[in-house]
């Protein structure tokens, strides 16, 4: 049941109650318009309370071992006392739009820890799996208290990118032994990332993943670095055994510490919020002029022209467009 008054999540959440922090969440990720609003006047007030935990963003060719990789990250991090929070974005179905929503039982050992909070959220219809509210998401969590948090993506993609527009440091798992070594991943992925990692550097794959790390290493020399404070290592771990995952930890909080220094991280930040805010209001604007009364009945006969060959594609849009502008100068 959820409560209709905006001040009990906002005090809950601030008290870090957990019950409450995932009521938070889920009323936030509801397409209800009523839940919609009262989320708008949580996340605003909440705001003032968030933007002080590191963002780590993790992506990686399917197989690579994220969830591993994240749980034996989470599970260090704890240790050291901190308060880890991750975000697991699912696929979804095309056809339903439901979600495997697994990374709790992928990730079995931090999912008990309580400094650790685990929410897999549905990708929904947003390119690449990033969940459409899961920057609000995230403010919610820093608000009660999380310093770290994780959003795992789906795969490596051209739409990874949203991914590293919203955390401080963009992460790039990969494997060795895959036939092409690159693996096909695409050159602007490359440019984003904030390091590579070569995982299961363990057993009798040790050989090939350093092969393979210096393979990335030769390949980002090539590259411009997203930062000119910071050119990205390529290093190798084992996520199952545990082995150089605090090696990489260091080196999240090696490029916070420079990034803080020249002001990076603070510009960056706010770029993001200014450029989420554009993301935002696109969607909007998509989804009013498809639900449009005026807009629905005109747009099954103009597509069937274009489709006919009647009427070019670039007048339809154009009618269509300039229609919505002729009914709000009225």
């Not at 597509?303 to 154009?318: F, P, Q, R």
Request: with cysteine.
């Amino acid at each position: 049941m959820i409560s209709d008054d905006p001040q009990s999540y906002i005090q809950g959440v601030l008290a870090r109650d957990r019950r409450v922090l995932a009521k938070t969440i889920t009323l936030i990720e509801s397409s209800l318009p009523a839940h919609q609003e009262m989320a708008r006047i949580i996340i605003d007030r909440l705001v003032p309370y968030a933007g002080k935990a590191v963002r780590l963003g993790i992506t990686g060719v399917p197989g690579v071992g994220k969830s591993t990789f994240i749980e034996s990250l989470g599970t260090i991090l704890v240790r050291k006392g901190h308060q880890v929070a991750v975000l697991a974005v699912d696929p979804s179905s095309k056809r339903s739009g439901g979600s495997v929503l697994a990374d709790k039982t992928r990730m079995e050992k931090l999912a008990v820890e309580k400094s650790a909070f685990i929410r897999p959220s549905p990708s929904g219809d947003i390119l690449g799996g990033v969940a459409r509210k899961t920057q609000e998401t995230m403010m919610v969590c820093e608000a009660a208290g999380f310093d770290v948090m994780i959003v795992e993506t789906v795969g490596v993609g051209q739409s990874e990118t949203a991914v590293a527009s919203m955390v401080d440091f963009f992460l790039v798992l990969m494997i060795a032994g895959a036939g092409d070594e690159l693996q096909g991943i695409k050159k602007g992925i490359l440019e984003l990332a904030d390091a590579v990692v070569v995982n299961k550097a363990d057993g009798d794959n040790i050989e090939k993943t350093e092969f393979t790390r210096k393979q990335y290493d030769s390949a980002l020399r090539f590259l411009a670095p997203s930062s000119p404070s910071w050119t990205p290592p390529v290093m190798t771990c084992s996520a199952l055994e545990m082995v150089g995952i605090e090696k990489i930890w260091e080196i999240v909080l090696d490029h916070r510490k420079k990034l803080l220094a020249t002001g990076e991280l603070e510009a960056n930040r706010k770029r993001q919020a200014v450029d989420w805010m554009w993301s935002l209001i696109k969607e909007g604007l998509k989804k009013r002029f498809y639900q449009n009364p005026d807009v629905k009945k005109m747009l099954p006969k103009i597509a069937k022209e274009v489709e006919n060959g009647t009427t070019a594609s670039a007048l339809a849009a154009s009618r269509l467009l300039f229609f919505l502008d002729k009914m709000h100068s009225v």
